[in-house]
């Protein structure tokens, strides 16, 4: 049984910086590109960044390029994101997804699996 | 704002039909991108419903169907039951953004 577990959220200022984890199991957590979306409160889900199954290739939402990092371990079944230079709109549950692969017909899937998220809170 | 247009509410009796639209463009559904939707229950995760405009995965009833056409897709559930309560997002491939999109959610209230 797949399962993601968020862990990292919290209340931050903006400008700040935090760090989400994933932890993947029930699942070859190496052969799965992996992705973040978030949900803002009363809004709809967003798509945040994506990685490939080896961590060689990334993929970024225009709203989080050169402020967000995506990172994986597949020696320890881990998807991380790193968050830099926060703002009040980045107030958001954040979820890891089991996901499309980045390139070719297959990025077409489903997200076919979902943590319950975290929840990280950008305000002063 | 959405890339994809979902409308914000839909609500319906227990037994009725109720039909969710979702609107693209060329640059998405239009170009041939799959559509796919997910149930999320406020607090949880999100589920895949359906996938590739019509398909249910294993487990999902057959009261749930999709379709698509040009620009847009929609989903219908039939026979509505008190559990089917919940936010509703399609979702597909955007190849002028070059990543994933999703609609701004609709919410469906059983009455």
């Known amino acids: 049984q797949v399962q993601l577990v968020e862990s990292g959220g919290g209340v931050v200022q903006p400008g700040r910086s935090l760090r989400l984890s994933c932890a993947a199991s029930?699942?070859?957590?190496?052969?799965?590109?992996m992705h973040w979306v978030r949900r803002a409160p009363g809004k709809g889900l967003e798509w945040v960044t994506a990685?490939?199954?080896?961590?060689?290739?990334?993929n970024y939402a225009d709203s989080v390029k050169g402020r967000f990092t995506i990172s994986r371990d597949n020696s320890e079944n881990t998807l991380n994101l790193q968050m830099n230079s926060l703002r009040v709109e980045d107030t958001a549950v954040y979820h890891c997804?089991?996901?499309?692969?980045?390139?070719?017909?297959?990025?077409?899937?489903?997200?076919?699996?979902w943590g319950q998220g975290t929840l990280v809170t950008v305000s002063s | 704002q959405s890339v994809l247009t979902q409308p914000p509410s839909v609500s319906g009796a227990p037994g009725q039909r109720v039909t969710i639209s979702c609107f693209g463009s060329?640059?998405?559904?239009?170009?041939?991108?799959?559509v796919h939707w997910y149930q999320q229950v406020p607090g949880t995760a999100p589920k895949l419903l359906l996938y590739?405009?019509?398909n249910r995965p294993s487990g999902v009833p057959d009261r749930f169907s999709g379709s698509k056409s040009g620009t847009s897709a929609s989903l219908a559930i039939s026979g509505l039951q008190a559990e089917d309560e919940a936010d509703y997002y399609c979702?597909?491939?955007?190849?002028?953004?070059?990543?994933?999109?999703f609609g701004g959610g609709t919410k469906l209230t059983v009455l």
């Open positions: 997804a089991r996901g499309p692969p980045l390139y070719g017909s297959g990025k077409y899937s489903p997200f076919d699996s």
């Open positions: 029930g699942f070859t957590f190496s052969h799965y590109a």
């Open positions: 990685i490939s199954s080896d961590g060689n290739n990334k």
């Open positions: 060329i640059s998405n559904i239009g170009a041939g991108s799959d």
């Open positions: 590739a405009n019509t």
């Open positions: 979702q597909s491939y955007d190849s002028t953004l070059s990543g994933w999109v």
